[in-house]
């Protein structure tokens, strides 16, 4: 059983920055492949940003060049770094673990950017 625990969610005017942090239970966080997925009302949850087991990372084209994913294997957390936020960034963001072919979810930290 892996368990998230997500911060860093607030509300931001648009050009800011928030960091999120996803901290991670368990004592194999450094097999787990690691994702940040946003949701907002009526729509699916989408991939914000990846980031595999060997650093492999994958980001959504409206992440790219803004936002950065990472992990300390150490600390057993996942970031990411937001910056030059926008509007449409607005979401409940969720921090995933795919753990030996099952994922995992937290509970979900708000983003809000006011324009």
């Known amino acids: 059983q892996v368990q998230l625990v997500e911060s860093g969610g607030g509300l931001v005017q648009a050009g800011g920055s928030l960091r999120l942090s996803c901290a991670a239970s368990?004592?194999?966080?450094?097999?787990?492949?690691m994702a940040w997925h946003r949701q907002v009302p009526g729509k699916a949850r989408e991939l914000v940003a990846s980031?595999?087991?060997?650093?492999?990372?994958v980001y959504a084209d409206s992440a790219k060049g803004r936002f950065t994913i990472a992990r300390d294997n150490a600390k057993k957390t996942v970031y990411l770094q937001m910056n030059r936020l926008k509007p449409e960034d607005t979401g409940v963001y969720y921090c995933n673990a795919l753990s030996m072919g099952r994922p995992y979810w937290g509970q979900g930290t708000p983003v809000t950017v006011s324009s």
């Open positions: 368990g004592s194999i966080f450094s097999t787990y492949d």
């Open positions: 980031i595999t087991n060997t650093d492999g990372v």
